[in-house]
């Protein structure tokens, strides 16, 4: 039986606790600041205040040194200060902070020293200093083609344009043509990346939603949607952002079918990109950190051991570099992905229990990143750690975080509800569980029955845990052996692969065949993997 448990009260407690804590903006503001940016706002408030004692200094203290938001214990914080002033104040620091992180961050950003030029052509601009202005916005949308923001250019014309019809400004001959030559050549191409970067997002949506496809209908719809979706000339692309996002939308599309070799094939396409154009490595760093990423799980999927090994090392060279370090998104990103990896390449190897090794940093980075870790990332976490508790043999503590997953109200990831329910169907059965064994079986064959997931691999899953209870010790190594030959008759079928995605079923019935850890079992299949493609 089960040392230990986390309730449903206990785990939709914890999560309240957590919404609560970071209930109130201004709260979540100031606590995601660091040291250099609190030391930046208290310097930036007392030069543009000449006042040390600012009530919305006082009020940034208070909020800094609360552990969560409480507006009674705030208000007994700032004596002098009434409940119905506290809400003007709060929307003033708000806007000092901001305005002090856009001084902090405006040289680390492309985006905001275009915007802070536009800002600056349209101050002159109303100050009738015409020609200021153009120079300004001619040098600004330089800038922006120089790094492919073509998203600015449409402002800056805009405005060159309301100059140029209010006033003479003779600045050059033949300005309008160019200026509307340039408008349509501008319009055509945000309208194409627009596009694009929309059916990536869908596609990306849908995986998030669902998970892999379930079966043919499944994989037609997405196939039908994506040709559907496609520009006529998707092939002859040139430009960054146009490919960049032609290339996830694929990446999506392949992993969705589990089709892992175009998956590798259109992750690795994604990278090359950055590789043609290193600027734009600094540009757009989340997608080439995104890109490491999906490269890395499809080195995982294909079971490409070299060179994951070798795209882990890059990756992790590159998230000590300080754009990754100073940076709170990219570092986070980069935790989380990397991480992820780590406990992929336990899972390659079979080293569960080395894998364990990772839990404590893991959790203390998780306490860390609370604020700014989204609900899927945690939900991907809890279930890589659960299969590595389960790997282990450490039922109870897998029972733990599967019940976290379990317990979420999150209307994501319909797969990973499903396979965390049939995880934990088989840790109980592990644990010896009988009588908790025919009533999960039930609840948990109608819950995937009701999602539409079940493949035959879960069906012959489920009439072997309802058997085994009711056999000899002798005849339950039989039962396992004709379960292990049918599970292995679907190990290349397509529609299947997701169960093997999620679950190494025939690694864990090999196991219990065998008389052998999952994790040797696992090993012993890495090792002849390895001598086969790369020698002794």
């Known amino acids: 039986m089960r040392s230990k448990t986390l309730t449903g009260l206990d785990i939709h407690g914890y999560f309240i606790i957590m919404a609560n804590r970071f209930s109130d903006i201004l709260f979540q503001l100031v606590h995601s600041l660091e040291k250099a940016e609190k030391r930046h706002f208290k310097l930036y408030i007392k030069r543009s205040s000449g006042k040390e004692d600012l009530k919305i200094v006082k009020l940034f203290d208070a909020l800094d040194k609360l552990t969560e938001y409480d507006e009674k214990l705030l208000l007994k914080k700032l004596p002098g200060i009434e409940k119905p002033q506290?809400?003007?104040?709060?929307?003033?620091?708000?806007?000092?902070?901001?305005?002090?992180?856009?001084?902090?961050?405006?040289?680390?950003?492309?985006?905001?020293?275009?915007?802070?030029?536009?800002?600056?052509?349209?101050?002159?601009?109303?100050?009738?200093?015409?020609?200021?202005?153009?120079?300004?916005?001619?040098?600004?949308?330089?800038?922006?083609?120089?790094?492919?923001?073509?998203?600015?250019?449409?402002?800056?014309?805009?405005?060159?344009?309301?100059?140029?019809?209010?006033?003479?400004?003779?600045?050059?001959?033949?300005?309008?043509?160019?200026?509307?030559?340039?408008?349509?050549?501008?319009?055509?191409?945000?309208?194409?990346?627009?596009?694009?970067?929309?059916?990536?997002?869908?596609?990306?949506?849908?995986?998030?939603?669902?998970?892999?496809?379930?079966?043919?209908?499944?994989?037609?719809?997405?196939?039908?949607?994506?040709?559907?979706?496609?520009?006529?000339?998707?092939?002859?692309?040139?430009?960054?952002?146009?490919?960049?996002?032609?290339?996830?939308?694929?990446?999506?599309?392949?992993?969705?079918?589990?089709?892992?070799?175009?998956?590798?094939?259109?992750?690795?396409?994604?990278?090359?990109?950055?590789?043609?154009?290193?600027?734009?490595?600094?540009?757009?760093?989340?997608?080439?950190?995104?890109?490491?990423?999906?490269?890395?799980?499809?080195?995982?999927?294909?079971?490409?051991?070299?060179?994951?090994?070798?795209?882990?090392?890059?990756?992790?060279?590159?998230?000590?570099?300080?754009?990754?370090?100073?940076?709170?998104?990219?570092?986070?990103?980069?935790?989380?992905?990397?991480?992820?990896?780590?406990?992929?390449?336990?899972?390659?190897?079979?080293?569960?229990?080395?894998?364990?090794l990772l839990v404590p940093g893991i959790e203390e980075k998780l306490k860390e990143y609370e604020l700014f870790i989204d609900a899927h990332r945690i939900l991907v976490l809890n279930y890589k750690i659960a299969t590595l508790y389960f790997g282990s043999g450490d039922y109870d503590t897998c029972i733990d975080y599967l019940q976290r997953i379990i317990n979420d109200n999150v209307l994501m990831r319909n797969d990973l509800q499903c396979y965390s329910r049939l995880l934990h169907l088989m840790a109980h059965y592990e644990l010896g569980n009988h009588e908790?064994?025919?009533?999960?079986?039930?609840s948990v064959y109608r819950f995937m029955a009701k999602k539409e997931t079940l493949t035959m691999v879960e069906k012959e899953m489920f009439v072997f845990l309802r058997n085994s209870f009711h056999v000899s010790r002798h005849t339950v190594k039989e039962e396992l052996q004709n379960f292990l030959d049918k599970t292995k008759k679907f190990e290349k079928n397509r529609f299947e692969t997701r169960a093997f995605a999620y679950l190494d079923i025939i690694s864990w019935v090999e196991s219990k065949v065998y008389k052998k850890t999952m994790g040797e079992i696992i090993h012993q299949k890495f090792l002849q993997t390895k001598k086969r493609h790369y020698g002794n």
């Open 436 to 442: 908790l064994i025919e009533p999960l079986t039930k």
């Open 86 to 356: 506290l809400s003007n104040l709060k929307t003033h620091l708000y806007k000092e902070v901001l305005a002090s992180l856009r001084l902090l961050k405006s040289t680390d950003s492309i985006d905001l020293q275009l915007n802070e030029q536009f800002d600056y052509a349209h101050i002159l601009y109303k100050k009738g200093l015409f020609l200021q202005s153009l120079k300004i916005l001619e040098r600004a949308k330089e800038t922006a083609k120089f790094h492919q923001k073509v998203n600015f250019l449409p402002h800056a014309i805009a405005l060159e344009k309301r100059i140029e019809m209010l006033h003479i400004t003779h600045s050059i001959q033949d300005r309008a043509e160019q200026l509307a030559l340039e408008a349509n050549e501008v319009s055509r191409h945000i309208d194409l990346v627009a596009r694009l970067s929309n059916l990536a997002l869908q596609m990306y949506g849908w995986y998030i939603k669902n998970g892999h496809s379930r079966n043919a209908k499944d994989e037609q719809d997405v196939k039908k949607f994506m040709k559907a979706n496609l520009p006529a000339d998707a092939g002859e692309l040139t430009g960054f952002y146009e490919r960049l996002y032609l290339y996830q939308a694929y990446t999506w599309y392949a992993f969705i079918c589990q089709n892992f070799l175009m998956y590798y094939r259109y992750s690795q396409k994604w990278l090359d990109l950055f590789t043609e154009q290193p600027l734009m490595v600094r540009v757009e760093t989340g997608h080439y950190v995104k890109g490491m990423h999906n490269l890395l799980n499809a080195h995982f999927d294909l079971r490409n051991f070299q060179k994951f090994e070798i795209t882990l090392r890059q990756f992790e060279a590159f998230a000590q570099t300080d754009r990754v370090r100073q940076h709170d998104n990219f570092r986070i990103q980069a935790f989380i992905y990397i991480t992820t990896a780590k406990i992929n390449q336990h899972f390659m190897l079979g080293t569960f229990k080395e894998g364990l």
